[in-house]
């Protein structure tokens, strides 16, 4: 299988706060890879490098072959415009922690926004491809409800569906269910397995390790900056050689 | 010992008694608010009575609220009040928008166009847009345009510049201050759908921001309507200046003024109902927040 990922040296600094250490890192195509690691460990924003929310001072990250944010020309890299790299972006969806929905929209508006303004696809055709979505994450009946109506649970599946109608080749989720109340977060780890059967590349940085162990492939565990140790849900959560990921492990099955 | 055992008894029955929700509740009487509200209204009673028996003659008020003059004046600020107030919005997101660039070139020039308009009295802006022919006399764009400053520079132009201009300087930091106050989440959801910068700021941004934005603006477009009233010093026939070339002649200066007051009570109480309707479309999907 190829890689649909590839990530090479990176490193990331918040002025002299260093937090990601020369990060290599290999996503294959229809691979689902969990992160895992206390807070503060880089997960996140190893993440939002992948699509660019955030810039690394060096290193490359490839998705599809492509370098993010640089064309190689000759032996160097030239900075993308901001057009391209937007373009890049549109092939990657992103569901946030605090949901991000867009508050004066509609569930349905939140989904047909993007594919019309982005892709120009036409808006009576992005409505039907919208219900589909909103009917397979189980929210049908919620197409005209605000996201102040809904619970934090069908937030989270309508932003599910808001990334997915971008047609992504890459799904990234940065903690989905950690701002949910516990009873809610099962409904959107479903959502999330049901892509996980169709194929879709995933990256999930969660604290959900029974998620973890039967929906992943590949298990990464991150810490001051590093991917320490990765390996099956089983080697890692089972029986994880680094110290460091066998006490993270146990302090959160407590 | 016995004491104790006596007062947990009393405790118990005065339970009992609170419990089944029968005990009478006696309000406080605030006798100060009786006090203070009928002061109130008895120096309300005397002001009115003061000015009924005052040399004010409201026979003329009436005649002359209607008056063509009077009534052209006020068209003339009911023109003068929105078109100022749009000019005023458009350069107000321009230099907003250029204030938060990161380009240093552009949020210096931001800075420095709202250190000058702001920090100059309106007044005293009105007056130099007036009588800018002084520095230009004639206004020139090569092959297309030439002509007298004197004749470009009319009072509607100057006051419409005067006004906006300086309405721009206020609004541009009502702009910045909304768009600031938009979760940073909201931009990086609409990056990550591949929305543009300019898109994200039109579709997403902006309209979120409008919540933080219009109140202030309501109240920045009531305080326009009274500006307008400074223009009756460069001979822009508005409400006021109608109302001093009428009293200049017949020399009822109190009943003028509070002619051209009651018009400009008139305007604002309608701008204050549109704003409420404006809001409350504007808060649409806010409501259970």
Redesign the interface.
Known sequence: MSNKVEIRGLTKSFGSVQVLHDVDFTVKEGEIVCLIGPSGSGKSTLLRCI?Q?EEAQSGIIRVDGLIQGWSERSGKLYELS??NI??Q??????V?Q?F???????ALENII??PI??RGIRRAEAIKQARQLLENVGLANKQDS????LSGGQQQRV?IA??LA?KPRLMLFDEPTSALDPELVSEVLAVMKNLAEIGMTMIVVTHELGFAREVADRVAFMDQGRIVESGTPEELLTSPRNSRTKSFISSVLQ | MPSTGKSKIMTMGNMSCLEMGRTERIRRKYYGRYVSGLAIVVILLLIVRAFKNGMIDWGIVGEFLTAESILVGLLKTIIMAPLAMLLGLVLGLVIALMRMSPNPVCSSFAVGYMWLFRGSPQLLQLFLWYNIALVFPTITIPYLFSMPTIQVMTPFVATLLGLGICQSAYTAEVFRAGIISV?K??G??????????G?SMR??IL??AMRAIVPPVGNEFIGMVKATSLASAIQYTEILNAAQRIYYVNNYVIELLIVATVWYLFIVSLLTIGQSFLERRIG??????
């Open positions: 699509n929310l901001p057009r937007t373009a972006r549109s092939h990657i969806g992103m946030f605090r991000n929905l867009f508050p004066h929209l509609t926004e993007a303004h982005v605000y996201p102040s109506e932003a808001r990334a971008m | 979760d989440g909201q990086e959801a609409a990056a990550a759908l591949g929305m543009g910068g898109l579709r997403i309209p979120q649409r999907g806010f409501e259970r927040r």
